[in-house]
Structures are given as C-alpha cells and as structure tokens.
C-alpha cells in the first residue's frame, strides 16, 4: 500500500514498499505544489493506482503540469500513458535520448528536452538540472535539484536496500552522498557527476 508523507511545505513523498529477491525495497515519486506543479517519476504502470490515490490527494489531475523523468525506466516512467489519461496536457521533462525513447514508442509526441544546468520555475520553487550517466549503458539522464529547499531528486543514484524506520532520515550529506562504482560503473561519467553533486 501506498504511503503519503509530506516533507516539508509543498513537497510530497509518495512511497511503496515491496518485497524482492534480494529483500524489502520500496519506490519512491515526489510531488511539489506550487504554480506549476510536478511529479517526479510515475512509478510502474502495476503501480499506478496506489500512487495516483495519494497523487490526486495533493493536486488535481488537471493541475499538475509536469511529470520529470529522469531516465528511461519502468519505475520512472512506466505508468506515463495511465497518467496523460488524468490529464493529456502533462509535459515530461526529460533527457534528449529519454525523449527519443518516449516518442519512438509511442508514449508521447512532444516531451520537452531539458538540458544539464538549466532552470525551470515552478513558481515558488525553482528546478535545476543536472547530468546522470544512467543505467547500463550510461545513457543521457538528469536528476533535478530543487534550488530553493535545496532538495535533490536523486533517481537510482543512492539507492539504500532494506525496510525504512522512517520516512525522513538524517544523514551526513558527505557520506550519504558518495556516488557507489555500481551506480555509475564509468569512473570518467561517476567523477564529473560526482562532481555536480558536491558543488550542491
């Protein structure tokens, strides 16, 4: 079952735990209210009508502008049909190959092509983005930084397995923050995105 937990002020996070093989694992999308509001990842199309309940508790289906996608992948962007059926008009924002993927399969026409170290206002709150070698083949991806909160929506970057005791954590950003080889298997990619991220 779906968890909704706010943050802080206008940021969401919408959680849903799971049992793997290799033991409890949960998917996170966030959401941020504000004049433009937008949600980060669709999770899975399984998924969908857990999220979408909690989703549709914090912003109307036609008042979500955005969806970011931060790279080309089931928990990312599986259920974007399920969701453009709420509302037609919601704008990926997306990567340049992850906009080739999504119009190449149909999924649709005109994502809008975000490049690393733009800017987009939401309103209040402001996105950042920033490059992210991603997956296996270390495809164009990008993570996006919320520059007013200071809160970076760090995709599969950091991932931490096992069941959560909470939904917020406190943590050294120094040590919480350390790109694993696994994460980014490339050390030229995971140094210049290291890098990105300490700069934060």
């Given at each position: 079952?779906a968890?909704?937990?706010?943050?802080?002020?206008?940021?969401?996070?919408?959680?849903?735990?799971?049992?793997?093989?290799?033991?409890?694992?949960?998917?996170?999308e966030?959401?941020?209210?504000d004049?433009?509001?937008?949600?980060?990842?669709t999770?899975?199309?399984?998924?969908?009508?857990?999220?979408?309940?909690?989703?549709?508790?914090?912003?109307?289906?036609?008042?979500?502008?955005y969806?970011?996608i931060?790279?080309?992948?089931?928990?990312?962007?599986?259920?974007?049909?399920?969701?453009?059926?709420?509302?037609?008009?919601?704008?990926?924002?997306?990567?340049?190959?992850t906009?080739?993927?999504?119009?190449?399969?149909?999924?649709h026409?005109?994502?809008?092509?975000?490049?690393?170290?733009?800017?987009?206002?939401?309103?209040?709150?402001?996105?950042?983005?920033?490059?992210?070698?991603?997956?296996?083949?270390?495809?164009?991806?990008l993570?996006?930084?919320?520059?007013?909160?200071?809160?970076?929506?760090?995709?599969?970057?950091?991932?931490?397995?096992?069941?959560?005791?909470?939904?917020?954590?406190?943590?050294?950003?120094?040590?919480?923050?350390?790109?694993?080889?696994?994460?980014?298997?490339?050390?030229?990619?995971?140094?210049?995105?290291q890098a990105a991220?300490?700069?934060?």
């Amino acid at each position: 079952m779906a968890q909704l937990t706010q943050i802080i002020d206008g940021l969401y996070r919408i959680s849903i735990a799971t049992e793997t093989p290799m033991g409890p694992f949960s998917f996170n999308e966030f959401v941020i209210v504000d004049d433009k509001s937008i949600l980060i990842h669709t999770g899975s199309a399984p998924h969908f009508d857990e999220v979408s309940e909690k989703l549709w508790q914090v912003v109307k289906p036609h008042d979500l502008k955005y969806v970011f996608i931060s790279h080309f992948e089931a928990d990312e962007c599986g259920a974007l049909t399920r969701l453009l059926a709420a509302n037609r008009d919601i704008i990926p924002l997306v990567s340049a190959v992850t906009a080739r993927q999504l119009t190449g399969f149909g999924l649709h026409p005109r994502p809008q092509v975000v490049k690393p170290d733009e800017e987009l206002s939401l309103g209040k709150r402001k996105l950042r983005f920033l490059a992210y070698p991603s997956e296996a083949h270390l495809w164009e991806g990008l993570l996006a930084y919320e520059v007013t909160d200071k809160v970076l929506f760090s995709s599969d970057l950091f991932i931490a397995r096992g069941k959560e005791e909470s939904p917020i954590n406190k943590a050294d950003a120094r040590e919480t923050l350390k790109i694993a080889p696994v994460a980014i298997a490339a050390e030229e990619a995971r140094t210049r995105c290291q890098a990105a991220i300490d700069k934060l």
